[in-house]
């Protein structure tokens, strides 16, 4: 990095540990510089073995490849940290090079296209937007996590409507990437882990986000559902409960401006089988019942009895249920009123109920549809943000 | 012959009089002694019944996975034990009044017997909170994995805890040695042949049907098109 010196853009790309992979990106980064409209000196990073024979990007000054470590996706460790290191491996990049834009992208290679990297940066290095969120193009019965928790909760507590707000693919500007980098250091001391949008948002950079591309997502793994949703939730839980001050303070929400045009989605599938879900769901209301009263009132409890009775057909759970549900267990993890593992694992068949709800509203439905019935399930969110208000600032009034 | 008899009663109530005489300032400092440790446990139990809810004694206990009786909670019984305690130590200064030798007995038989107590006590406090977590743990895991005999399973293995922790805790009181390794063995055996019995004969169709059924999703799973992140 000293013959380097310095460059304009720094670029990471998770899960690059092949030479095949790292050659695509390379392809992928030369025609995104060359689609720029200015000159830009890039870095790529990549995580391939510093033995294996990958594209130098020799004779081309512009592109610099460096294998860096920057984490292995599948390895033993917590994906979400895992994450959270590459980020702050870009970044210490970054910050080195002075680069006035940097990357972390984590694309299935197959669909990799320069369009991916252009959308990334290109609003940092010609609109001085501070961060670029990402919107994935996908199906409406993949990243439903995201979509139907993750999502609006993040957009209710921060005001901002960014549909992918855990990423992971982001663009920094320089300025961001100084600050995030202070930052992560700061919270490495206590072990605490970082997230952009949040830090961005609480900070008053300036946030965008891009159409980049198709993303794929894995099959569902059953056995490891409630692991993941330990590990997600348990992340975005975390950070809900580090930046408890600012966001009680922030009310409604945002549009943010929007770049790149949306990618269409093959094979959107027109039926749906809802019924392991459902039983799930129904499983979870005879069992847990225990378990979830030490975090849902009698009310919400009640609710939920009622509906494991329907039949599947007319089974639809209420979006400000959902809400309250998804707040209740988000204020239960920061009073640790029972085991945050437990905690997590035990919300899976509600959210499987949900699931099963939306599959059900939206089989049927074509894009525009399910757009808006998301936004319907957004504004729940946002409309129910003052029972969390209340809720976290007086846990023993509200006490169930 | 009659003045003897008056005699012989009047020596008789003049010793035990006397023995009465005796005796009373044992028993009014026994009194007193009584008196002053229910006075002084019942405002240490206060004290510590306060000092317990300040900083939410049961809360914290029952995020640990440590539940209390219906009637009962962690901080009461902590003030009981306490009070009664003390209590206990007010009787026997009480009854050294009467006889010294009574309570240093009876003390070194104590003082001896004690580290038995504490460990049993440990024992079983520990057994309870590990039960308890278990118990939650493979209730959660065992629903999540669509297994319809979750609740069956998570109380076998709750019980199955209790009783090998009351079992260690009655062999640290020294109480019943051959009887309780005879139970604990038919108990422990018992629990675990029912369940098996449950899971494998008793439910044999309903896991059956239940495993017939994930068989069955198994080719559909990879068509389903759900996409969690």
Redesign the interface.
């Known amino acids: 990095m000293h013959e380097i010196g310095a460059a304009d853009a720094v670029i990471g790309m998770f899960d690059a540990n092949s030479p095949e992979k790292v050659a695509r990106f390379v392809a992928a980064a030369r025609e995104c510089v060359g689609s720029l409209a200015k000159t830009v000196r890039m870095v790529l990073l990549h995580g391939a073995p510093p033995h294996a024979a990958v594209p130098s990007g020799a004779g081309d000054e512009r592109i610099h490849v460096l294998p860096y470590p920057l984490g292995e996706p599948g390895g033993p460790d917590d994906p979400v940290q895992t994450v959270f290191r590459a980020y702050r491996a870009v970044m210490d990049v970054g910050a080195d090079l002075n680069a006035r834009a940097c990357a972390i992208v984590w694309p299935d290679p197959e669909t990799l296209t320069s369009q991916w990297l252009y959308n990334l940066i290109q609003p940092v290095l010609e609109l001085d937007f501070d961060l670029v969120t990402p919107c994935y193009a996908h199906h409406k019965f993949e990243a439903l996590l995201t979509t139907g928790v993750i999502a609006p909760f993040e957009r209710a507590l921060y005001g901002k409507r960014i549909p992918h707000p855990l990423g992971p693919d982001f663009g920094l500007s320089g300025r961001l990437t100084h600050h995030l980098r202070d930052r992560a250091a700061q919270l490495a001391k206590f072990n605490e882990w970082l997230f952009p949008v949040s830090e961005a948002i609480r900070a008053g950079f300036d946030i965008c986000r891009a159409h980049i591309g198709v993303r794929r997502y894995p099959a569902a793994d059953w056995t490891n559902l409630s692991t993941a949703m330990v590990q997600v939730l348990g992340a975005v839980f975390h950070e809900a409960e580090q930046n408890a001050s600012f966001w009680q303070r922030i009310r409604g929400s945002q549009e943010v401006p929007v770049f790149g045009e949306p990618a269409s989605v093959p094979g959107v599938p027109d039926t749906v089988d809802v019924r392991r879900l459902f039983e799930s769901f129904q499983l979870g209301c005879r069992n847990l019942q225990e378990v979830w009263s030490a975090v849902l009132p009698p009310t919400t409890m009640l609710e939920f009895r009622k509906l494991a009775q329907l039949p599947l057909e007319s089974f639809r759970l209420p979006d400000a249920l959902w809400a309250r549900t998804v707040y209740d267990f988000g204020l239960g993890y920061h009073l640790k009123t029972i085991n945050q593992d437990h905690l997590l694992r035990s919300m899976t068949p509600l959210y499987l109920g949900w699931v099963v709800s939306y599959a059900q509203e939206v089989v049927e439905s074509g894009p525009l549809a399910v757009e808006d019935r998301l936004e319907r399930l957004s504004a729940a969110f946002e409309a129910a943000k003052p029972y969390l208000v209340s809720r976290w600032r007086w846990p023993d009034r509200f006490n169930p | 012959m009659w003045n003897q008899a008056q005699q012989a009663l009047r020596e008789s109530l003049i010793r035990v009089m006397t023995e009465f005489a005796s005796l009373l300032p044992g028993f009014i400092a026994f009194v007193l002694a009584m008196l002053f440790s229910i006075a002084l446990a019942w405002l240490l139990a206060f004290l510590v019944r306060r000092v317990l809810q300040r900083l939410r004694f049961d ?1 914290r206990l ?4 440590v539940g209390s009786a219906p009637a009962v909670s962690p901080t009461t019984l902590a003030a009981r034990f306490l009070f009664w305690g003390v209590v206990l130590v007010g009787f026997m200064i009480g009854m050294a009044a009467f006889d010294p030798t009574l309570t240093s007995q009876l003390m070194l038989q104590l003082l001896d017997y004690l580290p038995h107590l504490l460990g049993a006590g440990l024992v079983l406090l520990a057994g309870s909170v590990i039960a308890r ?1 278990l118990s ?2 493979v ?3 065992a ?4 297994l ?1 005999y ?2 069956l399973l998570a109380s076998g293995v709750k019980w199955m805890v209790i009783v090998l922790s009351v079992a260690m805790a009655l062999e640290h009181l020294q109480i019943g040695r051959d009887i309780v390794y005879l139970a604990f063995g038919i108990l422990f055996g018992g629990i675990v042949l029912a369940l098996v019995l449950a899971v494998g004969l008793g439910s044999k169709e309903l896991v059956s049907r239940s495993l017939e059924k994930e068989a069955a ?1 198994r080719p ?3 068509v ?6």
């Open positions: 809360q029952a995020s640990w996975g977590f939650r743990s209730l959660i895991g629903v999540n994995l669509n319809q979750a609740s999703r559909t799973e990879t389903e098109p759900f996409r969690h992140f």
